[in-house]
């Protein structure tokens, strides 16, 4: 349909897979799923969060890629679609959008410190430098005006170029190369960190029966953070599906884009752990964790520079294909409702995101938005937009979700959305009991705690 080709589909199905899994696995695998891993104490934790996958993030998931299917519209046209006009569900393509804004823009900046600690490790700076050093470094980063916005600013420019390329000639294109590549030096880590005398501590810390740590705090930890790397309620998933053919099976690709989210999870812990366990460093070191732990490791090691840039470099492409979903759900929504052309959406979108991203940027060293806000309100700039997303908008963007197609979306167009085109429409039943009742139940836990009543 001209219709659809004028908006963009994806070249085959694979495609959507890897630009999928693309949006899930970023930062939230490789930087954060490790370290609250870590302060977690490991084994009972990890146990939860893949039970969270599963029962809530999966289904929420589905729903979200033939939502968009169906529609073929972005967050905001596709619930204004399958409801009604001025419906109150509308609300929920706005809060998807907003979100795409507000996580992006300080996203961006953890990606800035992987693209320079990416240029320290090629260019040397980082070799044969002391624990106490390295740990200088990141401190460093962190509290330079400079550096933030002068990598914060690189890498929306990057983002932005791919988006501007559309679906398939930018996102789809980047993902099948990025993806295949992120994952070859993921195992080529692998292959260093098993050799390590740490392995074997970080195995058991990772799939043992550890529940020393494990605390209500955690588990909602667990479920929250389901969300963040699974890409789920703010409509990213739902857009990416609203380029899938209208044959293709939504349920076997949620599957497969869960499967691969967690095994990257899992992976970056059986890379890091290691080397922590090995220098005596603890899991539990919080956000600098990959930036110490890394180049403490394999600065003294011979061939340690060529790693430690294969890794960054690997965090960086995690990071990229992460920020492009999120750019291209505030994209879309100006191409599919304002009928804005590509380009200009992009451009000016990405604009916006970076401007936003600057207090972020300047959490570290500004009075402002870092430590005077901090002893004013509890939190900095960065953390504040991290609290506000991960805390309050993906949750209930995810409930209203799994509540709309659960109880308001027509039956009929329901049952026969989730048939089309898959293998497994036995899953059918269960997957609506978990939309109508684990989900929300699940979601309300996450707002108690939030507001201080658990
Ligand atoms: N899933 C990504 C990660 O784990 C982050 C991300 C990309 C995201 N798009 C999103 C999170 C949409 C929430 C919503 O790093």
Not at 406 to 431: I, N, P, Q, V
């Amino acid at each position: 349909m001209a219709q659809e080709a004028a908006r963009g589909q994806w070249h085959s199905r694979l495609g959507f897979v890897l630009a999928a899994a693309g949006s899930a696995v970023g930062l939230g695998n490789i930087w954060k799923f490790p370290y609250i891993t870590g302060e977690s104490g490991g084994g009972f934790f990890v146990l939860i969060y893949l039970a969270c996958v599963l029962l809530v993030g999966l289904p929420i998931m589905t729903a979200e890629i033939i939502l968009g299917r169906a529609a073929q519209r972005s967050p905001v046209g596709a619930f204004r679609t399958l409801s009604r006009r001025g419906s109150p569900w509308v609300a929920t393509g706005w809060l998807g959008v907003v979100a795409a804004f507000v996580i992006l823009s300080y996203y961006s900046v953890v990606a800035g410190w992987a693209l320079h600690y990416t240029w320290l490790s090629i260019s040397g700076a980082l070799a044969g430098m002391s624990t106490e050093q390295v740990g200088e470094t990141f401190g460093a980063v962190y509290s330079s005006p400079r550096l933030n916005l002068l990598w914060h600013a690189v890498f929306m420019a990057i983002t932005i170029g791919v988006v501007w390329a559309g679906v398939q000639r930018g996102i789809e294109r980047w993902a099948r190369v990025l993806m295949p590549a992120m994952f070859l030096a993921l195992l080529a880590m692998l292959v260093y960190g098993v050799q390590l005398p740490g392995f074997g501590r970080a195995l058991d810390f990772v799939f043992g029966a550890h529940s020393e740590k494990l605390t209500a705090a955690s588990i909602l930890e667990a479920l929250g953070h389901s969300f963040f790397t699974l890409s789920l309620g703010m409509g990213a998933m739902l857009t990416y599906g609203s380029y899938f053919e209208r044959e293709g099976d939504a349920v076997k690709a949620s599957i497969a884009i869960g499967v691969l989210d967690s095994v990257v999870a899992l992976l970056a812990c059986m890379v890091l752990f290691p080397i922590t366990f090995s220098h005596g460093m603890e899991p539990a070191a919080g956000p600098g964790l990959v930036f110490k732990g890394v180049p403490m490791a394999l600065g003294e090691l011979p061939g340690g520079q060529l790693l430690s840039s294969v890794f960054f470099l690997l965090l960086v492409f995690a990071a990229l294909t992460s920020a492009i979903s999120l750019l291209e759900v505030a994209t879309a929504y100006f191409i599919d409702e304002r009928g804005w052309p590509r380009r200009r959406a992009a451009l000016l979108t990405g604009l916006t995101i970076a401007v936003l991203g600057v207090p972020s940027a300047l959490s570290g060293s500004s009075e402002l938005f870092g430590a005077g806000m901090e002893a004013a309100v509890g939190r900095n700039f960065f953390d504040l937009f991290d609290y506000l997303a991960s805390n309050w908008m993906l949750p209930l963007g995810g409930m209203l979700t799994a509540l709309f197609v659960g109880y308001r979306l027509d039956r009929a167009l329901r049952e026969e959305e989730f048939m089309r085109g898959t293998t497994l429409g036995k899953l059918y039943r269960s997957w609506l009991g978990l939309l109508r009742y684990a989900v929300p139940v699940g979601m309300a836990f996450v707002f108690l705690n939030a507001l201080g009543v658990l």
